[in-house]
């Protein structure tokens, strides 16, 4: 068995070029942020989280994905309003993530801004960027071939490979307290990373696209159903579709705010690869926990349990009492 396991991570390694190479999330509905750097400030509050994913259980050598990420609204109450009673802002954030597979290790730390627009009392506009590094590192003593060809084979015989390379994204995002859609597009600069002993073992930095969209069902003054989507796609892979349904109750009897203590469940379908279930909370408004269990479906269901992935957060209100875009009710990105 780790023979043809080695030999699927050199597959993947050698396919650097066109394979989708971000990290993958099932729990990004709790933290768009991740997949769109003009969402940075969207809720004003500072807003940090961190989160883990444990990938394809009992599939040795699979992803491993750890990230940190703060974002937030700038300089909020020093800008005059307009006519209409409202006013544009800055966003601005950070991301950073490690992510391991087998014998390759990615690392990023981006900065992100964002500027946000509006269009009427409740529809924004903003275009953000994500500028920063990634740092990759290919280990071949992680790497056993099963002739214990290593000396020979061309990704393994060069040795460790270690490249830096700077990294840019872009992305814009219309919202209201109703409704989402964003676009972005990651690895913007395809850069490329060459190994010095041998130009053919280089690997590419792919372009990534991202779309999203979702709306906001009132179903009680306290429960909300929100359907969304998520399309994804780095050629020459096929596009990829996580199709999500989210339930939401809040422990409110009033109109409900984005700080009202809530529950939630959803259920994600990713094609060509899992069935996921996620839950969540917000307590003391300001602390939120979700956990999220994929469900293998592609071939590899046959030698992986699963997947694993935990998101914990930490609101910082900035504006006591605030009312998300003049509206009463809340529907942030990461309640949707």
């Known amino acids: 068995m780790k023979k043809y396991i080695s030999i699927i991570l050199l597959l993947l390694c050698s396919l650097m070029a066109t394979a989708q190479q971000q990290p993958l999330y099932s729990q990004y509905m709790t933290n768009y942020y991740l997949v769109n750097p003009a969402v940075a400030g969207f809720e004003k509050d500072l807003n940090l989280k961190a989160g883990f994913r444990n990938q394809w259980v009992g599939f040795e050598g699979a992803p491993k994905t750890f990230y940190l990420s703060a974002e937030t609204a700038l300089f909020q109450n020093q800008r005059k309003k307009g006519r209409r009673g409202v006013q544009a802002y800055h966003g601005a954030g950070g991301y950073a993530y490690t992510d391991n597979t087998g014998p390759t290790t990615r690392t990023a730390a981006l900065l992100s801004y964002a500027y946000h627009i509006p269009l009427n009392r409740e529809i924004y506009f903003s275009s953000g960027v994500f500028a920063g590094f990634q740092q990759f590192r290919f ?45 972005s597009l990651f690895q913007l600069l395809d850069n490329k990373y060459v ?41 020459p892979a096929p596009l990829q579709a996580d199709l999500n349904m989210k339930g939401t109750y809040y422990f409110t009897k009033r109109r409900r705010t984005a700080y009202d203590d809530h529950v939630w469940t959803a259920v994600s379908y990713r094609t060509q690869d899992a069935l996921v279930g996620l839950v969540g909370l917000q307590f003391k408004e300001q602390y939120q926990f979700s956990y999220s269990y994929d469900i293998t479906v592609s071939p590899l269901r046959h030698h992986s349990a699963g997947s694993h992935e935990l998101m914990l957060g930490f609101r910082i209100k900035k504006t006591k009492g605030y009312k998300w875009l003049g509206q009463n009710t809340a529907s942030s990105p990461d309640q949707m």
């Not at 002739?147 to 995002?173: E, K, M, Q, W």
């Not at 779309?211 to 929100?226: A, E, H, Q, W």
């Open 195 to 235: 190994s010095a002993e041998n130009a053919d073992a280089a690997s590419y930095l792919s372009k990534h696209l991202f779309m999203s969209g979702g709306y906001n069902f009132d179903v009680r003054r306290n429960i909300t159903l929100t359907p969304s989507v998520l399309l994804k796609y780095a050629g």
């Open 139 to 183: 280990d071949p003593n992680k790497v056993v071939m099963a002739d214990n060809s290593n000396g020979i084979d061309p990704v393994t015989r060069n040795g460790v490979l270690n490249a830096f390379v700077p990294d840019l994204s872009v992305g814009t995002y219309l919202h209201s307290n109703r409704f989402y859609v964003g676009i």
